[in-house]
C-alpha cells in the first residue's frame, strides 16, 4: 500500500509530509515522497537550458527531497523521487499511477477562511484530473500520530451511497470510530445556504436513509461499526462546520460533484465551503470510484 505525497520544500510541503504520516501509521502504508522538477520545453524560462544550470537545479532539489525525507519517522517507510513535467499537478497523477498509489496527499494554501484551507493552482488541477482520493491537508498542520476518527459528510444528490461505502471500508480497516455528518444552513436564502427546502429533520433522515440503502455494504457492516449519526446546523454551511464537534486526529471524508466525470474528482459548491472553514484534514473521493478488498488503497 503506498502514498504519494506531493512535496514542496515550504509550510505547505511539510503539512502534507505531517498528514501522510498520520494516514500511513494507522494503516501501515509505505510514502512516496514526490518532488516535481521542470521538464526542458521551449516555454520554460532558461530555454534553450543555460550550461550549468540544469546541474544547479538537481543538485537543489536533491537537497530539498532529502530534507523532506528527514521529517519522515523512521517507523513509517518512505523513499523520494523526482518526477520531470510541465505541470506539476500532470506530473503527481503520473507519479501516482506508475507507483499504484492508492492516494495523493498534497498540501493546502493559508489564504482560506480562519488561514485554514484554500486551493491553489495545483489542488485545484488534481480535484479535477485526479482519479484516485486526494487528501488535504489544512495549513499548519502539525499531527504525525494515526487518525482517530472518520467523519463522512453526505450531502443530498447522487453519490452519497459511494462516498459512504468508501468511508465503512476505511474505518473498518483502521478500527476507527465513523461519524456521519449532514449540514443544514438555517435561515440563509444567500450563496452560503443548504439545498432548497432542507431541514434538520429532512438531514437527519436523509443521513439514515442513505446508510440503510447502500447496496455496496454487506449485510450488518454498517450496524457492526455502529456510525454516530450528527447533523450540523449555522447560519451558513461554514459556521455549521465551524460549530461541529472536531477531534485533533479527525479526518473528514466527502464525495465528488454530480458533475465530475466518471471516476475523476471534481469539488462541488458545497464542498468548497466546507473546505474553506474545515479545521482538520479532508479526503476527496472521485466519482463512481470502487474500492476493492484487493486493492486496499486506503
Not at 29 to 46: F, T
Request: charge should be negative.
Amino acid at each position: 500500500m503506498r502514498y504519494v505525497v506531493g512535496y514542496t520544500a515550504n509550510a505547505r510541503g511539510g503539512d502534507a509530509v505531517n498528514l501522510a504520516v498520520a494516514l500511513a501509521r494507522r494503516q501501515g502504508a509505505a510514502l512516496d515522497l514526490v518532488m516535481v522538477m521542470p521538464q526542458d520545453s521551449p516555454y520554460n524560462g532558461a530555454y534553450p537550458p543555460v550550461s550549468g544550470i540544469g546541474d544547479i537545479m538537481s543538485q537543489q532539489i536533491s537537497q530539498w527531497v532529502e530534507e523532506g525525507l528527514a521529517l519522515i519517522p523512521d517507523d513509517v517507510p518512505a523513499q523520494a523521487h523526482i518526477q520531470r513535467g510541465e505541470s506539476e499537478a500532470e506530473a503527481l497523477i503520473a507519479a501516482a499511477q506508475e507507483l499504484g498509489a492508492g492516494l495523493l496527499v498534497i498540501g493546502a494554501s493559508s489564504t482560506g477562511l480562519f488561514k485554514r484551507f484554500s486551493i491553489g493552482s495545483v489542488a485545484s488541477s488534481l480535484l479535477h484530473a485526479s482519479m484516485i482520493p486526494v487528501a488535504l491537508a489544512p495549513s499548519g498542520y502539525s499531527r504525525i500520530e494515526p487518525i482517530t476518527r472518520l467523519t463522512c459528510a453526505l450531502g443530498t444528490r447522487s453519490g452519497a451511497e459511494e462516498v459512504l461505502t468508501v468511508s465503512v471500508a476505511m474505518a473498518k480497516r483502521r478500527g476507527l470510530p465513523l461519524r456521519l455528518v449532514s449540514l443544514v444552513a438555517l435561515g440563509n436564502d444567500g450563496p452560503g445556504a443548504s439545498e432548497p427546502g432542507a431541514s434538520v429533520d429532512d438531514a437527519r433522515a436523509h443521513l439514515r436513509g442513505v446508510a440503510e440503502a447502500s447496496q455496496d455494504l454487506e449485510p450488518g457492516e454498517l450496524e457492526t461499526l455502529k456510525p454516530e449519526i450528527v447533523v450540523g446546523t449555522g447560519r451558513s454551511i461554514e459556521d455549521a462546520v465551524d460549530r461541529l464537534d472536531w477531534e485533533d486526529g479527525e479526518l473528514l471524508m466527502i464525495g465528488s460533484s454530480r458533475l465530475a466525470q466518471n471516476k475523476s474528482i471534481f469539488l462541488g459548491a458545497t464542498a468548497n465551503r466546507i473546505l474553506r472553514a474545515l479545521p482538520v484534514p479532508m479526503i476527496v473521493v472521485p466519482r463512481d470510484f470502487a474500492l476493492s478488498d484487493e486493492e486496499a488503497t486506503l
